[in-house]
């Protein structure tokens, strides 16, 4: 009987350690109030696999969206004097615009990967959850004033797609960060992406506008860098580490919630005490104290 108890002991804390998602109960921290607070497991169905981009993915949207975008959107450049189907399959596959579509295609494909997986790996830096053997490192330079951080963030967007950043791990055409499964880290590349398309698209939309009125060719091709970028971004919020983001968002909101009512809870209590010792000064004075006139 013994034996059985301390194997179930010894099951239990391996699930405590390998998966705390799974618990009833989690702690959260709320920035904002301040408030440490215990809340439920609404979602214990939810998938956790690792954060990152999976292989059918990459293929999917990073090269064959890059690809089409890059392409397709080629018929905006072409000139004037094109005439008919041929010329412009032509001018679109076979001239000096086919290099630009390339270089198109392989700077959205490239962005893309290290922009999403960015999120990741920093958002795991910045809650600790990195490989320890990594995470000192990484600490130090997320830590160095802005100015220098930059270059490390572009020196990051290099790397991550060739696989030579350590702490985001590439296996063939499938990248993840070196961390355990932690849900605000899943989040955080979605994140990352829903801000590069919610920039780019705009700007895709205003330069591409200003290009084909006023026959301004750089602004068309930088519009149809930025439209890819925007597509590829929109696409790997909307479907990359399905579910984790709106999870996230959810138990945010319920972990804010719970901090309020604790807010709101503490300030009617200390109104009601304020109340209360108000009350008994008055009850003390009336009844208690006494008056005595003293003999000059």
Not at 178 to 183: G, T
Not at 189 to 211: D, E, F, R, Y
Not at 222 to 234: D, I, M, T
Request: net charge positive; charged share 20%; glycine share 6%.
């Amino acid at each position: 009987m013994r034996g059985k108890l301390l194997k179930s002991i010894d099951i239990s804390l391996f699930l405590w350690h390998s998966d705390h998602y799974s618990l009833k109960w989690k702690r959260g921290f709320n920035k904002t109030r301040g408030v440490m607070l215990l809340y439920t497991d609404e979602s214990d169905s939810i998938n956790k696999c690792r954060a990152g981009l999976s292989k059918g993915w990459v293929i999917a949207n990073h090269i064959l969206v890059s690809f089409h975008v890059a392409f397709i959107s080629s018929v905006l450049s072409v000139p004037g004097y094109v005439q008919n189907k041929a010329e412009v399959l032509r001018f679109m596959f076979v001239s000096h615009e086919t290099i630009l579509s390339l270089l198109f295609w392989y700077v959205t494909f490239h962005v893309g990967v290290a922009w999403h997986e960015m999120g990741h790996y920093v958002s795991a830096i910045r809650l600790s959850a990195l490989n320890t053997a990594l995470l000192g490192n990484a600490q130090k330079n997320i830590s160095k004033p802005f100015w220098i951080r930059i270059f490390w963030y572009l020196w990051i967007l290099i790397l991550i797609p060739f696989g030579k950043l350590k702490g985001v791990r590439k296996t063939g055409l499938e990248y993840h960060p070196d961390a355990p499964y932690n849900l605000a880290v899943s989040a955080a590349g979605p994140a990352a992406s829903q801000k590069m398309a919610l920039v780019a698209l705009p700007l895709a939309i205003v330069l591409l506008t200003a290009g084909l009125m006023f026959d301004v060719r750089i602004a068309i091709y930088l519009g149809r860098l930025f439209l890819g970028l925007g597509a590829v971004g929109l696409l790997d919020f909307l479907f990359a580490d399905p579910g984790k983001y709106k999870e996230f968002k959810k138990r945010e909101a319920a972990a804010k919630r719970t901090a309020d009512k604790i807010e709101t809870s503490t300030a009617k209590r200390t109104k009601t005490w304020k109340n209360r010792v108000k009350q008994i000064k008055e009850i003390m004075v009336n009844t208690r104290m006494q008056k005595v006139k003293l003999p000059n």
